[in-house]
């Protein structure tokens, strides 16, 4: 398996240009999950969708974002309009959920993430 | 308030000494404490996972261990590698709810040859 791919895995955008990350999990994983990480404030969690549903979005800064998951094989963040606070790195993960093990059900496989800088 | 507070946040050793990374939480309820490593530029990758019935989990020279009463941990590394240089980030599963991860700010760790 290729494990959690993201795309792109850079971007620099000015301020006020709509930014689309994109994220396959790993196949036959129920939960999908997008974090952010910043030297200031770790690892964030935006928003968790459990079979493409989300269940937790208290964690998206505001309204410029929004998370999408039209398919168990594909989601979507994006940032509109973007601004140079939003820079970081963006990381999607997913999980096995009820499709896994109960020990392993909750592990979390991190994609390689998406450094967005805004200028 | 959940919280994860690791120390210390960063570290250096020499190649092949031993060091000892510690963690303490405020989660509760309390489900799992996993502990995970993340490269530079990579995304983090799990080394062990503990549930509050486990107070010592090993995988290779990495070994972590759990105490639920004290709500501590501490992961050791023993004769430490050049490719152990790393961010190594605590993360208590909180499950009030979905098992939310609850992550620590992290250690960074620097081994010189």
């Known amino acids: 398996d290729a494990g959690v791919i993201q795309s792109p895995r850079h971007e620099v955008t000015e301020m006020g240009q709509e930014v689309t990350l994109r994220c396959k999990p790993i196949s036959g994983h129920n939960s999908l999950f997008w974090y952010r990480q910043t030297m200031m404030r770790g690892l964030e969690l935006l928003i968790y969708?459990?079979?493409?549903?989300?269940?937790?979005d208290s964690g998206m800064p505001e309204d410029r974002f929004s998370a999408k998951m039209p398919n168990a094989s594909f989601s979507t963040l994006k940032i509109q309009p973007s601004e140079p606070r939003d820079s970081a790195v963006y990381f999607c993960?997913?999980?096995?959920?009820?499709?896994?093990?109960?020990?392993?059900?909750?592990?979390?496989?991190f994609g390689p993430g998406t450094r967005l800088t805004v200028l | 308030k959940n919280q994860v507070e690791q120390s210390p946040q960063s570290l250096i050793i020499l190649e092949g000494k031993n060091c000892t990374l510690q963690c303490n939480y405020t989660v509760s309820p309390f489900s799992n404490l996993r502990w995970y490593k993340q490269d530079t530029g990579r995304g983090p990758v799990s080394l062990t996972i503990?549930?509050?019935?486990?107070n010592t989990k090993s995988n290779g020279r990495y070994t972590a261990t759990l105490d639920a009463d004290t709500k501590q941990s501490s992961l050791h590394i023993t004769a430490s590698q050049l490719s152990d240089s790393a961010s190594y980030i605590c993360?208590?599963?909180?499950?009030?709810?979905?098992?939310?991860?609850?992550f620590g700010a992290g250690t960074r760790l620097a081994v010189h040859p």
């Open positions: 503990m549930t509050f019935s486990e």
């Open positions: 993960a997913s999980s096995p959920g009820t499709s896994g093990r109960a020990r392993e059900a909750d592990t979390q496989y």
């Open positions: 969708f459990n079979n493409n549903v989300p269940i937790d």
């Open positions: 993360v208590v599963s909180f499950s009030g709810g979905y098992n939310k991860l609850i």
